[in-house]
């Protein structure tokens, strides 16, 4: 593809974002962070993306190449349009199957995880704090953290059997997870103890230098868990 720059508007934790810039970073494809608060009312976002959705890529090529600047919305597309424009470094798996299970496992997150967890237990604890929407609902509060435990307790099986999330390759299975349980783990809603195969696996993927970037994040008046930035914990 014709080299060009990349600005990507997200909100450091959108779950969505996060996976997003860890591809970008596994990939070693340079970009410019522009953080967007998702909460308040933003023209450039909504003639970006109709949608008011994050995260959000634009790709500018270099001036003498005379090509269009393309924007790509919403982490799905940007996954796919990683992967096809570039293709040195692959993050779906070769493999045909377990590039399904990939596929699927995604799915799980922008679907299943989100409306399970994400819908109560962040929007309780981080988008009312943002929003000023008011002190939490307990009883959400206690949902979302027991449909959590549920995950957690399914990708404990799953890495109990497998090297990465999918199979045997790390794939944006992989990246859709960390990028959720990141916030999780800032917030510090995961007793690691309980999960040792999901612990390592996170170990490992924290430890990566794609996931840099995503130790320094700061969500305002909330101080991460004591080991948030420790790759050894």
Same mark, same amino acid.
């Given at each position: 593809m014709t080299a060009c720059s990349r600005q990507l508007y997200h909100f450091a934790f959108d779950p969505h974002s996060r996976m997003v810039r860890l591809a970008l970073g596994e990939k070693k494809l340079a970009f410019e962070e522009i953080p967007v608060r998702y909460w308040e009312p933003d023209d450039t976002i909504l003639r970006l993306n109709p949608s008011g959705l994050l995260p959000i %890529?634009? =790709?500018t090529p270099e001036q003498e190449s005379g090509g269009q600047t393309h924007r790509i919305c919403e982490d799905r597309a940007i996954m796919e349009h990683l992967e096809e424009a570039y293709t040195d470094i692959r993050l779906w798996p070769k493999n045909v199957n377990e @590039?399904?299970?990939a596929r699927r496992l995604v799915g799980w997150f922008e679907r299943k995880f989100d409306f399970e967890v994400n819908a109560l237990l962040l929007h309780e604890k981080m988008e009312k704090r943002l929003m000023g929407g008011g002190v939490p609902d307990i009883p959400a509060m206690k949902a979302g953290r027991d449909a959590l435990k549920d995950h957690? @307790?399914?990708?404990? /099986?799953l890495l109990a059997v497998r090297n990465w999330l999918a199979g045997h390759t790390i794939s944006y299975a992989d990246f859709a997870c960390a990028g959720q349980l990141s916030i999780l $783990?800032? %917030? $510090? =809603?995961?007793?690691? /103890?309980r999960y040792p195969h999901l612990k390592t696996w996170y170990m490992v993927i924290k430890s990566r230098p794609c996931f840099r970037p995503l130790l320094n994040d700061k969500l305002p008046g909330v101080a991460p868990s004591a080991h948030y930035k420790e790759l050894d914990f």
């Open positions: %890529l634009v =790709e @590039r399904a299970e957690l @307790r399914y990708f404990e /099986s $783990d800032y %917030l $510090d =809603e995961i007793n690691w /103890s």
